[in-house]
């Protein structure tokens, strides 16, 4: 730790080290607490004692609820991360972002076009964006993110929509963006434009569908429903099987 | 990203890894016969926790008294209901509504917009999670949807692929109309915008799954169900459904003459308060219970998958079933800690990689089925022949270099991207080194029986007036074994169901509803009976991971959390 720093809050407490394993301590909104090496963020949190409500979710980096940030000693660096996807480390100072503060505009897709003047309509902000690139550093999912926005500018719905698909809503970037860009319901309707008008629809969906509305399948479906558990099975044992 | 780049495995692991690269090339090539259907079964009945005896008991209360099921689904069903029918006010109905939906996963969604598509007015029908709009199973479903809908398919063959997978256990309405249905939802979806993969001409790309004899997987890359829940939740917010989160339901509301049910008393986990809701429908979709770690086991479920809705609809006589069966993944992470019990998909073994043993030895043919390759590496770990994690878990390695030794380099990065993803974040590179693998508690194979319009049954195969479920909560679409793919398709299918039953009950009720307590007064008698110590509460709503040591001190000077 460098000496400009001020020295650590709190002292290290004499009972309460784990048995042999080795602990680290981590400040949660400046408080240490000491815990385990080797856990997650959002388990240390709850060796350390959080019974957390917010900031918690899938647990598996797809649901964007346990979004944090973080400086670890001697960086100037002010660090993003899903909590339950990365280690807790010794030293570190977090605190968390289980919210983005903003609304979702209602619309009706129907009554949308798939090109920029729809987005920005709803979205004017979009178009402020200073081309910082603070959101992509942002991202705990490693994208393009100011790719994206930039895509939507062109009027490339297609590049927007694809660049965007992984994104989970975490909301860091909305956080970090001076432009006060909502991402996250930005990228949705970008995606649901472009899957809705852009992508071909599936003609043998339609075609299945109608064969079902005709009745095609019921006969074949009311026999097998009928069948003895015998009869059953060997049709299920000898049906055959297409390959991957 | 921002975030700080991991080192990987610790020196030692690092140092068990040797092993597994030592006996590498005396692996290639060797064959591990599959197993006899006998050899097949002894091993499933001494390790696979379905057949353990100590992992069962009969439940001894309500309507299923004498079924045998998990322990801890058995305790939480002989639990003392979270709140004390005295504690709440039923004559201050804080929401009086048409529809209450319980629960915020993709079968809650569905349910709303199909409610709405139905005549419902919007304002008229509530949903109430426990953590967000969408924290829910439904977002962590990778693999795809099924649906028959290619011309070398037809929905019967859905139908017998279902009920086969079933162990022939399904209810067979309840597959008819899965599979029926089934082409529908994918139009419904993708007029909504769902960005399914496909062909330039628009023809889905759909891949194969365990247990189907077609191809009919359909996915949005390997992002499936968050793709879906989000595009559906975007259109539930866009038609004005109210949603209440953070306010999970912990009792249903019932006609004290009649044993209707009239709506449900919510929580608020923020502010510690109860509402009571009055309402003309219920619908039940608050998923699985991956989260009470039925034996001991890892999950890969969502932190609220607690089982509450099965725990809430036995109180009002609801007949369960199938809760005597579990689907274990045999491939669940066990290192990184991080990720640890999150899914490693099949297709790694259908493409070659190998199960290998603490002593570099491969154990079982990994094309086995689950429940088999499962109960394989259960063994090696009791028996020794596992490796011991630092957090202190255990596992067996899955040899994934090995895929490219024997398939050519590059086949992982393009075949499997998003596990390669998965563990470079955390300084593993799959190209280069094994990853340690057990068993995970995937789903929840049975659970509240339904009829095909989703009416929630009691024993006798009645209704309960005003109780509809769907979706993970619920038991016989799937019999004792779920297949992947059916379950995205399951909540979407069932869940409209529900959204059109409701909007159809609805309409033909007129007046408000009587509730109260008096069936969770005349259980509570019953739990005095048996003797069920009082600390003994459900629905438990989250799992409790706080460190032992915290707990040992903790004190309730003040009811102020931090967060
Ligand atoms: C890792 C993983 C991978 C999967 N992969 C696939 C796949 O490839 N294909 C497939 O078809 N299926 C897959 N599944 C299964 C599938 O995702 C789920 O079974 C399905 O999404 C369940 O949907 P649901 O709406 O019934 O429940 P959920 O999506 O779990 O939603 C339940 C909701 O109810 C809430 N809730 C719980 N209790 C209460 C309460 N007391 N009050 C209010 N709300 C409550 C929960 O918080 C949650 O929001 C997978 C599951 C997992 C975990
Ligand atoms: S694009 Fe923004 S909201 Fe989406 S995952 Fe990245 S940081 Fe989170
Ligand atoms: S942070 Fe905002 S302003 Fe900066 S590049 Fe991203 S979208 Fe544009």
Redesign the interface.
């Known amino acids: 730790m460098s000496s400009k720093e001020s020295p650590e809050t709190g002292p290290r407490p004499v009972s ?1 080290k784990e048995e042999g394993g080795k602990t680290i301590r981590i400040y949660v ?1 400046g408080r240490a607490y000491e815990v385990p090496e ?3 963020i959002l ?1 240390a949190l ?18 964007g ?1 346990c979004a944090v940030m973080y400086r ?1 000693p001697g960086e100037y ?5 899903l909590a ?4 807790a ?1 010794d030293g570190m100072h977090l605190v ?1 972002i ?1 919210y983005a503060p903003m609304k ?1 505009p ?4 129907e009554k949308l076009r798939p090109d920029a003047g729809s987005v920005i309509a709803i979205f004017p902000e979009v178009t402020r964006c200073l081309a910082c690139n603070a959101c992509t ?6 994208l393009q993110v100011m790719d994206a926005i930039q895509a939507i500018i062109r009027g490339d719905i297609a590049a927007a ?1 694809n660049l965007a ?2 994104c ?2 975490c909301g860091l970037c909305s956080i970090r963006c001076p432009a006060e860009i909502r991402h996250v319901y930005v990228f ?2 970008v ?7 852009m ?11 109608k064969e ?1 509305e005709a009745g095609k ?1 019921d006969e ?2 009311e026999k ?2 009928k069948l003895s ?1 015998e009869e ?2 060997r ?3 000898s ?4 390959k ?1 | ?4 780049v ?1 080192e990987g495995y ?1 020196p030692e692991m690092r140092e068990k890894i040797r092993v597994v690269e030592e006996t590498r090339e005396e692996r290639l090539g060797q064959q591990i016969p599959k197993l006899s259907l006998e050899e097949r079964e002894k091993l499933v009945r001494k390790w696979h926790p379905d057949y353990r005896e100590d992992t069962k008991r009969p439940v001894r209360i309500g309507p299923n008294k004498g079924q045998v099921i998990y322990r801890e689904v058995a305790d939480l069903l002989e639990s003392w209901p979270a709140v004390k029918p005295g504690d709440v006010d039923l004559d201050n109905i804080d929401y009086d509504v048409d529809i209450l939906i319980i629960g915020g996963g993709g079968a809650a969604a569905s349910a709303a917009l199909w409610a709405v598509y139905s005549g419902v007015s919007p304002e008229n029908i509530l949903i109430a999670t426990k ?2 709009f ?4 439904t ?2 479903a990778q693999g795809g949807i099924q ?6 398919d ?4 859905h ?3 279902t ?2 997978g079933g162990h ?1 256990a399904n209810k ?2 309840l597959v ?1 109309a899965l599979v ?1 249905d089934a ?2 939802i ?2 419904w979806l ?7 993969d ?1 062909t ?5 790309i759909e ?2 799954g365990g247990g189907a ?3 009919r997987l359909h996915a ?2 390997d ?1 499936t ?3 879906i829940m ?2 559906i939740r ?2 539930v ?2 038609k ?1 459904v109210n949603v209440l989160e ?1 306010s999970p339901a912990v009792e249903l509301l019932t006609d004290p003459d009649t044993g209707a049910v009239s709506g449900a008393v919510l929580w608020n ?2 502010v510690k308060a109860y509402y009571v809701v009055r309402a003309k429908v219920t619908i039940l979709a608050t998923g699985g219970f991956g989260r009470l770690h039925l034996a001991g086991f890892p999950t ?1 479920n ?2 609220g998958a607690t089982a509450d809705g099965i725990v809430m609809a036995y109180r009002v006589g609801a007949n369960l079933r199938d809760l005597d069966s579990a689907q274990f993944h045999p491939t669940g992470v066990a290192w990184p ?3 640890r019990g ?1 899914l490693i998909t099949e297709k790694c073994r ?1 493409l070659g990689a190998q199960l290998v043993n603490a002593n570099g030895e491969r154990f079982i043919n990994e094309l086995e089925p689950r429940d088999v390759v499962a109960s394989a590496i259960i063994r090696e770990c009791a028996e020794g022949r596992g490796i011991i994690t ?2 202190g878990a255990c596992g067996v390695w899955l040899d994934l270099p090995m895929i490219d030794r024997v398939r050519g380099e590059g086949t992982i990065r393009r075949n499997l991207p998003a596990m390669y993803r ?1 563990f470079i ?1 955390h300084g593993i590179d799959i190209t280069r080194e094994p990853v340690l693998t057990y068993p995970t508690l995937h789903y929840q194979n049975g659970g509240i029986e339904i009829d095909p319009w989703t009416h929630v049954l009691r024993p006798d195969g009645t209704p309960i007036p005003g109780l509809l479920a769907a979706g993970e909560v619920t038991g016989g679409v799937h019999g004792k074994n779920r297949l992947m793919g059916n379950s995205l398709l399951d909540i979407t299918v069932f869940g409209r169901r529900a959204g059109i039953t409701a909007a159809k009950l609805v309409k033909e009720m007129s007046g408000k509803p009587r509730i109260s307590l008096k069936h969770v007064e005349r259980y509570m008698e019953e739990l005095k009976r048996l003797g069920v110590p009082e600390n003994r509460r459900a629905p438990v709503l ?1 799992p ?4 032992e ?3 040992l001190r ?1 004190l309730d000077l003040i009811d102020l ?3």
């Open positions: 309460g909104m080797g856990l997650t388990k709850e060796y350390a004692g959080f019974r957390l409500t917010r900031g918690v979710g899938c647990r598996g980096g797809f649901c609820a670890m660096k002010l660090r993003t991360a339950c996807q990365t280690l480390r968390f289980p979702k209602r619309y009706d897709i550093k942002a991202c705990p999912q490693g929509a698909f992984d989970i809503g949705q309707l995606r649901r434009l472009y899957g809705k008008y992508l071909p629809k599936a003609k043998h969906v339609e075609e299945r569908i079902i399948y074949e479906m097998l429903m558990l059953l099975k049709l299920y044992m049906r055959d099987i297409e991957a | 990203m921002m975030g700080l991991y610790p953590l967000r969408g924290d829910a199973n977002v962590k649906a028959a809908d290619r011309p070398n037809s929905p019967v063959r139908y017998l692929d009920i086969g022939f067979p309405e008819r029926m082409p529908f994918i139009r993708e007029d909504l915008g769902v960005m399914f496909k330039g001409e628009g023809e889905m891949y194969t004899s077609r191809r949005a890359k992002y169900g968050l793709e989000r595009v975007d259109e917010w866009n004005g953070f986990m923020e890969t969502h932190y800690e991080a990720i999150e259908s630092p957090t998965q974040r989250l409790d991971y706080r460190g040591r915290v707990l903790k959390a931090p967060i």
